[in-house]
């Protein structure tokens, strides 16, 4: 019952982009994906959530290939927070999340009260009513979180976890909504679900992931918990300049997310 | 702005109650439209005689009969599945392009059928007079759109994926070559099959006719139909194409319902009408500002807006010069022109973002 990707090799325009990746992101864990840029994070998450197929190798969701699943049941056990969403018509915020649940069977009772918790949930409570063009790029990013919360709002079904891809979830918000996200991520895996993540930020990763993949053009440098994969040897070898985990500049101001209290 | 007024019964900026009582006030509006239509024309007959008579057990005159039910009757009904095709296809071309200026016209629909129109109006001439009878130019258009249509789906489509930026690109290349075919056949044509091009381009519902009806209004109405089907695959599409997979939607399949649904409504519309323009665009635009974007109420409020404006448009084409007729073309253009104009000027920030 995890999400896991089994050699997975995939060119996307004659470029290897995925060269030989195995992987498996737990239930009831947060997983994050990082790496540099052009490193493949994104792509491995685009396999992982069936948008595009490997060429080699197979991805399989709670035991089961991706491949023979339907987009509907697909829907029902994963959810996806895209980079960017350009959005083309004037949609409120609770017409987005609706489009979540197209897939789901829910009365229409339970479907309002699912939008209404989504938005609650990502702090955007009294955002229902408002038109998503009018809004900043860090509230337009955390609808589409609402939206993609609604769709597989319970951490577990029948079957096994559900699952939250999230890619890049935190890129456009501020420290105290990238806290806000996070935690949320957190939570949904602390109550039986498997989030997987594409992160950036190496100080929330190591903050708020249980399990992190390290990538590197194209194929996993290091897989394990934190403490395993974020030292100083690994992280300078796939950045590409020299890094040093948990010690302190000699001077200068420096912030991190971990002091941070609500 | 609009998100103000939206306090719906429950849960803020869901707008399906507006969408659905929108959809009853438009209902309303057609019947009346209709009606009047009915009503509306040469000779002195009127709807609220005739229903007297009707009451009152008394027999129409047969001409009157003929007026109504063989003249006024099907250019009526032709009017309301024009109008409502055209906006009805317009509205799914806009969700599928995701793109508020979509409409068929990009299909290569318009002007396959076009040339198919043309070369009917100026070869048919050439043809054995057992061949070319009324239905030639009809049915040449037809051919020709659908025509256009398939070829521009399959260049469009690789492995089973169409390509939407890839269709309205090629939409433009074939339209430009399509344009100059149909330009070397005008260039043959006598002045009689100058102007009867010139006025098939501005579009008519005078020729409509029983005959007509039963070719192209099946076809039509199978497009209306299938329709609201495409609601929530089209609300998905908003979202991008990988995210309404990601909900759950059947991308491809809801593609390539809306292009064939689309291809068939104009198709059959252009061949009995002519070239209306301006329906498809402004209607889904003007419901979009009154209800929002989502299709569950769009699909079916542009039908019947888009209806009542082509038969409100047909009425106006009737009177303006009557006993003679202007194109309807001109009517739609010169109402719909102005008006689209102030709809943008008065919700500029509608459009960008």
Known sequence: MSLCARDLSLRLRRRLILNRVAMTAPPGALTAIIGPNASGKTTLLRALTGEIAPDHGQVALNGRDLAALSPGMLAAKRAVLPQHSVISFPFTASEIVRIGLTASAHPEARRNVLIRSALAAVDLPDFAGRLYQEMSGGEQQRVQLARALAQVWRPTGDDGPNWLLLDEPVSSLDIAHQLTVMRLARDYASRGGGVVAVMHDLNLTAMFADHVVLMRNGQVQGEGAPAEVLTDALLSKAYGCNLAVSRTPAEGIWLLPQMASV | ?353
């Open chain 2, 1 to 353: 702005m609009v998100a103000l007024e939206l306090r719906g019964d429950n849960l803020a900026g869901d707008r399906r109650h507006l969408g659905r009582a929108l959809s009853m006030w438009l209902l309303a509006l057609l019947m009346v439209v209709s009606l009047l239509s009915l009503g509306h024309g040469a000779s002195g007959l009127s709807v609220p005689s005739v229903l007297a008579d009707w009451a009152a057990g008394r027999e129409l005159a047969v001409t009157d009969r003929v007026i109504l039910i063989d003249i006024r009757l099907p250019r009526v009904l032709t009017g309301i599945l024009v109008g409502a095709g055209l906006a009805v296809s317009g509205a799914i071309m806009q969700g599928l392009f995701r793109n508020p200026l979509a409409d068929p016209g990009l299909l290569g629909v318009s002007s396959g059928a076009s040339l198919g129109a043309i070369s009917a109006i100026v070869l048919g001439g050439m043809l054995p007079a057992a061949i070319a009878g009324w239905y030639l130019v009809p049915l040449a258009a037809f051919a020709g759109g659908w025509a256009a249509m398939l070829l521009l789906y399959a260049i469009a489509t690789r492995q089973g994926r169409t390509s939407v930026a890839t269709m309205l690109l090629a939409g433009i290349a074939l339209a430009a070559m399509i344009g100059a075919v149909g330009g070397l056949i005008v260039y043959r044509a006598d002045d009689q099959q100058l102007r009867d091009l010139t006025f098939w381009g501005l579009g008519s519902l005078a020729g409509a006719s029983w005959t007509k009806l039963i070719v192209a209004g099946p076809v039509i109405a199978a497009a209306l139909i299938v329709a609201p089907a495409l609601s929530s695959g089209l609300n998905g599409l908003a979202l991008g194409e990988a995210a309404a997979a990601h909900v759950g939607i059947r991308v491809q399949r809801v593609k390539t319902a809306a292009i064939l649904a689309t291809a068939a409504a104009t198709g059959a519309a252009v061949a009995i009408s002519g070239g209306i323009g301006f329906v498809g665009i402004v209607v889904p635009h003007l419901l979009r500002l009154l209800a929002g974007p989502d299709h569950r109420w769009l699909l079916v409020n542009s039908g019947l807006l888009g209806a009542s404006v082509l038969l409100v448009a047909d009425m106006i084409s009737r009177s303006v010069v009557a006993p003679a007729e202007l194109p309807i073309g001109i009517i739609t253009a010169m109402i719909g022109g102005p008006f689209f104009l102030w709809v943008l000027m008065s919700n500029r920030r509608m459009l960008d973002g």
